[in-house]
């Protein structure tokens, strides 16, 4: 079965701009995750979706970071403004449910804030 | 507060040698117990998930053992290869629908 895909791989922008990432997420997999993970540490989850609602976003920076994952399928990441903290890999995961499913995660998108 | 502790934080050995990382936490209430292998630049892939009444679970050469009365948890390399270089994180799964508590992960190098 194919993976979870994400896009850009890489992107670079400077403090203040706005970036987007994408994810497209195993086929049936109702369960949707955003994680940011900081060098050195271990991913930290911004963002669950269980279809097309939000599960958790208590750890989502609001005021800057917003989700969506219009028609339960593929979702997107927006930064608005970024920061220099927001240097980080962004992981997208998804799971055919909660609970003990296994996690599929995709290979991030490394942003850098200059 | 919910944490998960892992040790060591970076390893080095031979190929061939076998090794152990440690995992400790303090969730409460537990629901099961993740190992995921993260490559360099890679998402995580998982290993193994154990639930609160399993002991081992095995996957290849990968061996994750549970102690849920200690808190602690191990996962064994045996006869390790140079693509088991990697980060290995261990997660762990409070009660349902709550999110999941990464560690930091150990780092492992496989020399030859």
């Known amino acids: 079965e194919a993976g979870v895909a994400q896009s850009p791989r890489y992107k670079i922008i400077e403090k203040r701009q706005s970036v987007a990432f994408w994810c497209n997420p195993i086929?049936?997999?109702?369960?949707l995750y955003w994680y940011q993970q900081i060098l050195g540490q271990g991913p930290k989850l911004l963002i669950q979706?269980?279809?097309?609602?939000?599960?958790?976003d208590s750890q989502l920076p609001k005021d800057r970071f917003s989700a969506e994952r219009l028609k339960g399928v593929d979702s997107t990441l927006k930064i608005q403004p970024a920061k220099l903290e927001d240097s980080a890999v962004y992981l997208c995961?998804?799971?055919?449910?909660?609970?003990?499913?296994?996690?599929?995660f995709g290979d991030g998108t490394r942003l850098s804030i200059l | 507060k919910n944490q998960v502790e892992q040790s060591p934080q970076s390893l080095i050995i031979l190929e061939g040698k076998n090794c152990t990382l440690q995992?400790?936490?303090?969730?409460?209430?537990?629901?099961?117990l993740r190992w995921y292998k993260q490559d360099t630049g890679r998402g995580p892939v998982s290993l193994t998930i154990?639930?609160?009444?399993?002991n081992t679970k095995s996957n290849g050469r990968y061996t994750a053992t549970l102690d849920a009365d200690t808190k602690q948890s191990s996962l064994h390399i045996t006869a390790s290869q140079l693509s088991d270089s990697a980060s290995y994180i261990c997660?762990?799964?409070?009660?349902?629908?709550?999110?999941?508590?990464f560690g930091k992960g150990t780092t492992l190098s496989v020399s030859s």
């Open positions: 979706f269980q279809n097309n609602g939000v599960v958790d």
């Open positions: 086929s049936g997999h109702a369960t």
């Open positions: 997660v762990v799964s409070g009660q349902a629908g709550t999110a999941l508590i």
């Open positions: 995961a998804s799971s055919l449910g909660q609970g003990s499913q296994p996690q599929h």
């Open positions: 154990m639930t609160f009444s399993e």
């Open positions: 995992c400790n936490y303090t969730v409460s209430p537990f629901s099961n």
